[in-house]
């Protein structure tokens, strides 16, 4: 993988990238033929992927993040296997976004309606707990109550604050995720995705094809979304600002 005609910046990137293992993708045979673009060749049947490519994917879908953050749209951050469930909880809540990090509730998307009403119920119980309004209820009643409600806050606490559905998804492992993905895609959300060399993705709006199996890379790319969600809601937060003061100015004059 040479990077001699990179600029600085990016050459520096596409070789921690290389640190962190990013360029190690599945066994040939796992291979999914939509990723062959963006593989650099094969080392002991090890596909390896082509980093410079990876990078033009990920500054792609930084600048769709970033107009996602200037529109003052919600992204979702899905990631439920092992290795990206507390990073995908951890970026998700820097930048006050809703996340999945347990398992995708089929209907997230498409039965939206029934989801926000479950997790109203489960909001209007935790309230009752603390204002003693369960008390109407039997021991019985109580109890399983609070077994419901320990249930749905493990599947809905990361979406609670997702009051409509979301500008994108963010997720890790589109293979893993293809629930998560079938339905975005059905209601027409983009998708941003980090995917490994085992994974289709062709019909993804962002696909950055990188090691999804290794914590190190998954929190790289998922920082990377993060920071761009923050600069284009920043941005979109400097322009109003400065429409107001001209605004004031003018009225001033």
């Known amino acids: 993988m040479s990077n001699d005609t990179l600029p600085k910046n990016k050459e520096s990137i596409v070789k921690n990238l290389f640190k962190l293992g990013?360029?190690?993708g599945f066994t040939r045979s796992r291979r999914h033929p939509s990723v062959s673009p963006y593989i650099y060749g094969f080392k002991n049947r090890t596909a390896i992927v082509d980093l410079e490519k990876s990078l033009e994917a990920l500054e792609a879908a930084q600048e769709f993040i970033k107009k996602i953050g200037s529109e003052g749209k919600q992204i979702l951050f899905v990631g439920n296997k092992n290795e990206a469930r507390g990073i995908i909880k951890k970026y998700a809540e820097v930048i006050d976004m809703p996340y999945v990090n347990e398992r995708w509730v089929g209907g997230t998307f498409t039965n939206f309606k029934q989801i926000r009403s479950r997790i109203e119920k489960m909001k209007d119980w935790r309230e009752k707990g603390k204002t003693g309004g369960l008390a109407v209820y039997t021991k019985r009643e109580?109890?399983?109550?609070?077994?419901?409600?320990?249930?749905?806050?493990?599947?809905?606490?990361?979406?609670?604050?997702?009051?409509?559905?979301?500008?994108?998804?963010?997720?890790?492992?589109?293979?893993?995720?293809?629930?998560?993905?079938?339905?975005?895609?059905?209601?027409?959300?983009?998708?941003?995705?980090?995917?490994?060399?085992?994974?289709?993705?062709?019909?993804?709006?962002?696909?950055?094809?990188?090691?999804?199996?290794?914590?190190?890379?998954?929190?790289?790319?998922?920082?990377?979304?993060?920071q761009a969600y923050r600069e284009g809601k920043t941005m979109a937060q400097n322009m109003a600002k400065e429409k107001l003061e001209t605004a004031v100015d003018k009225k001033e004059d």
């Open 22 to 24: 990013a360029h190690f």
């Open 142 to 226: 109580r109890g399983m109550i609070a077994k419901e409600m320990e249930k749905m806050g493990r599947l809905f606490t990361g979406i609670e604050n997702m009051e409509k559905l979301p500008g994108a998804i963010f997720t890790i492992d589109a293979k893993e995720e293809a629930i998560a993905i079938a339905e975005a895609q059905g209601i027409k959300i983009p998708v941003v995705a980090l995917c490994g060399t085992d994974c289709d993705i062709r019909s993804l709006a962002y696909p950055i094809v990188a090691n999804d199996a290794s914590r190190a890379t998954i929190e790289f790319f998922t920082d990377a979304m993060a």
